[in-house]
């Protein structure tokens, strides 16, 4: 036995008069024998045409996202987006490591986590509009610095060769059949230490991908500049 087809959207009836009741009950009698529900002995040449009438469609429920720009766009952890928040409040990590790691996170290529950019390329990115105001701009030195901290945090790792893995479990281009064989590598070149990448994230974070302000009195009262 086949399964049965999946249903279609039928196109809404709407007629044109300003009043939605006014000849309702001639538009369904005419709908019902267009679709065959009138009596087969009917006569064929009696039968009447929808007149005046407008046929209004939902909106496709698979519609892609609309968002800005054309560079795509990426899924992040609610609570690791907040936990980026309330870092920079609490002077937890520099405004250096927050940008380089928000420049990074969005330059990755799709279904691997991974962001093709050497340091001068981050830094020149960053810089972008700073130029064209005549700005404050990062140096390589700092964004150096900052790559350092964020694999220290276990947010990013180096791989080589320009390449960064991002942590796929808080920022990720790609659905979650391709987050899950991300980890699954990831697993098996950390040969699955579970205090290796992509787990314990820091600064200040003791509990694997846990923020629990009650566990540690001092959370943020270290001040970082950069």
Same mark, same amino acid.
């Given at each position: 036995?086949?399964?049965?087809?999946?249903?279609?959207?039928?196109?809404?009836?709407?007629?044109?008069?300003?009043?939605?009741?006014?000849?309702?009950?001639?538009?369904?009698?005419?709908?019902?024998?267009?679709?065959?529900?009138?009596?087969?002995?009917?006569?064929?040449?009696?039968?009447?045409?929808?007149?005046?009438?407008?046929?209004?469609?939902?909106?496709?429920?698979?519609?892609?996202?609309?968002?800005?720009?054309?560079?795509?766009?990426?899924?992040?952890?609610?609570?690791?987006?907040?936990?980026?928040?309330?870092?920079?409040?609490?002077?937890?990590?520099?405004?250096? #490591? +927050?940008? %380089?790691? $928000? *420049?990074?996170? !969005?330059?990755?290529?799709?279904?691997?986590?991974?962001?093709?950019?050497?340091?001068?390329?981050?830094?020149?990115?960053?810089?972008?509009?700073?130029?064209?105001?005549?700005?404050?701009?990062?140096?390589?030195?700092?964004?150096?610095?900052?790559?350092?901290?964020?694999?220290?945090?276990?947010?990013?790792?180096?791989?080589?060769?320009?390449?960064? #893995? +991002?942590? %796929?479990? $808080? *920022?990720?281009? !790609?659905?979650?059949?391709?987050?899950?064989?991300?980890?699954?590598?990831?697993?098996?070149?950390?040969?699955?230490?579970?205090?290796?990448?992509?787990?314990?994230?820091?600064?200040?974070?003791?509990?694997?991908?846990?923020?629990?302000?009650?566990?540690?009195?001092?959370?943020?009262?270290?001040?970082?500049?950069?």
């Amino acid at each position: 036995m086949t399964p049965d087809p999946p249903a279609r959207r039928r196109p809404r009836a709407v007629p044109d008069s300003a009043s939605p009741d006014e000849g309702f009950d001639d538009l369904l009698q005419v709908l019902g024998e267009q679709l065959g529900e009138a009596s087969q002995g009917a006569d064929q040449r009696g039968r009447r045409k929808l007149k005046n009438v407008t046929f209004e469609y939902e909106a496709d429920p698979t519609a892609v996202h609309d968002m800005a720009g054309d560079a795509g766009y990426s899924l992040a952890s609610n609570w690791f987006t907040q936990l980026l928040g309330q870092l920079a409040v609490a002077n937890s990590i520099t405004k250096s #490591q +927050l940008c %380089v790691f $928000l *420049w990074v996170a !969005g330059g990755q290529q799709r279904g691997t986590g991974i962001a093709q950019y050497t340091q001068q390329e981050i830094t020149d990115g960053l810089n972008e509009i700073a130029v064209k105001k005549d700005g404050k701009k990062i140096t390589r030195s700092t964004v150096n610095r900052a790559i350092k901290a964020l694999v220290g945090y276990k947010w990013v790792e180096q791989l080589g060769n320009g390449m960064i #893995q +991002l942590n %796929v479990r $808080l *920022w990720f281009h !790609g659905n979650s059949n391709a987050q899950h064989a991300v980890l699954e590598d990831i697993a098996v070149q950390h040969e699955r230490d579970t205090e290796a990448f992509p787990h314990g994230i820091g600064p200040d974070v003791q509990e694997e991908l846990d923020l629990d302000f009650t566990r540690n009195p001092h959370y943020g009262t270290r001040r970082r500049t950069g």
